[in-house]
């Protein structure tokens, strides 16, 4: 693998990748990346990249775009993925499924383009959730995603592309590699509207009761479910790690630092030097009882796992998404920032008003991109449309079918 082989980034304007594309840069390296949001709304823009941005040229779901930016590639990072936290995915399970169309084409691309190294973006989702009904679980090994009881939409669409993976690298000799995330979270992230995790969603709301005087706080859930949260930059090390080595089966990513929401909440509060009055949503999408991460592949492998406390990571967290939120909102429109812009049943195409970020694409209809075809066709401008025309003018009388003839004669 050459060094100076250029490094594609999808989802390069979410979380991870923004981080992800900041560390090669960082490196020396010579990186392309993708997003299908409009670059303005990227949570990092690096200048020093070359950047795919907006449903024409940076929406991976569509075929032709996966294979611009593979082209000359020797490593694909692909993270992009229609996705958020819990009250996302339990509400938008097509929408999550719909990804599988970026990891196919993306996936194709790389081994059209002679890739080297393709790194996927998997999730502990993946796990049977019938090992996970206890808050005081027992650490989720690589083996426990089988047999497959996965979460429904997002977690059958991931475990699903893991398999892809495994089977273009037997098959085409491609090297995959593929990290099951644990709960990520950091600066520069989502913190509202709906997506977010979390850390991201307790230091939201804490802040918002900071900020407005009102001390209260609404709780997903009872809060005894259980997590663990792996600071960004243990998961951009890892991934790099990973992708890297050896390791060819799935492989967790994640902190075993396990704590229950209401500790999450606990953290929060003493960094905001605030005591809120807790309201516990019981109706409200809460997933699994209990999911840690089981570290001793990881460590075996690399001799190495993610470490930074969740405290610490936390505090770097809240103060990020306090600058933010204070920008943004006062006392007195605190309240707005709960209002989540995803709903049940949000609609799969950009620009419908739910997606934000998608307001200036086009290029789908129906989570269907326009003008798919073969690989590698291009399509007229014109379509065949006015064919059925001409059969139904061609089915009249003889006087008239002259008549249309002779008027179709003269459009040809």
């Known amino acids: 693998m050459g060094k100076n082989g250029v490094i594609v980034v999808t989802g390069a304007g979410g979380f991870i ?30 200048r020093g990249a070359q950047n795919h941005a907006g449903g024409v040229k940076g929406d991976c779901r569509d075929f032709r775009v996966c294979r611009a930016i593979s082209t000359g590639a020797s490593q694909i990072y692909q993270l992009a993925a229609d996705m958020g936290g819990m009250g996302f995915i339990e509400n938008n399970k097509a929408l999550c499924m719909l990804s599988v169309l970026t990891n196919t084409h993306m996936i194709l691309a790389a081994q059209e383009a002679g890739v080297d190294r393709f790194f996927y973006a998997s999730s502990a989702c993946v796990y049977n959730a019938d090992k996970q009904k206890d808050p005081n679980i027992t650490a989720l090994k690589e083996i426990d995603a089988y047999p497959g009881l996965p979460e429904d939409g997002y977690g059958w669409e991931k475990l699903f592309s893991e398999r892809m993976c495994r089977h273009f690298r037997e098959d085409f000799g491609i090297k995959t590699r593929v990290a099951r995330f644990h709960n990520v979270y950091g600066p520069n992230g989502t913190w509202e509207g709906g997506r977010e995790k979390a850390p991201a969603a307790i230091c939201r709301k804490v802040i918002a009761a900071v900020v407005s005087g009102q001390h209260d706080i609404e709780i997903w859930g009872d809060g005894t479910q ?21 390791i060819l089966e799935p492989i967790n990513l994640g902190s075993s630092e396990l704590v229950s929401i209401n500790q999450l909440v606990d953290i929060a509060e003493k960094i905001a030097g605030i005591k809120l009055n807790r309201r516990y949503k019981l109706d409200a999408p809460r997933g699994v009882a209990g999911r840690n991460s089981d570290n001793t592949k990881i460590q075996e492998y690399l001799k190495w796992e993610p470490d930074t406390r969740l405290r610490d990571g936390m505090e770097k967290t809240y103060r990020w998404i306090f600058d933010e939120f204070t920008a943004k909102y006062n006392a007195k429109s605190a309240h707005k920032s709960s209002i989540s812009t995803f709903t049940k049943g949000s609609h799969p195409i950009p620009g419908d008003g739910y997606n934000p970020e998608s307001r200036f694409a086009d290029t789908w209809t129906q989570g269907i991109p326009a003008g798919y075809a073969k690989a590698g066709v291009k399509t007229k401008a014109k379509p065949a449309a006015k064919a059925p025309k001409a059969k139904k003018a061609a089915a009249r009388t003889t006087k008239s079918g002259k008549k249309v003839a002779k008027k179709a004669a003269r459009r040809r």
């Open 226 to 246: 259980t997590r663990s949260f792996m600071y960004i930059d243990d998961c951009v090390n890892g991934i790099t790690k990973i992708t890297q080595s050896d």
């Open 17 to 46: 990748g923004g981080h992800l594309v900041k560390h090669f840069l960082d490196q020396g390296r010579t990186v392309r990346t993708a997003d299908i949001k409009p670059l303005d709304e990227w949570y990092q823009v690096h």
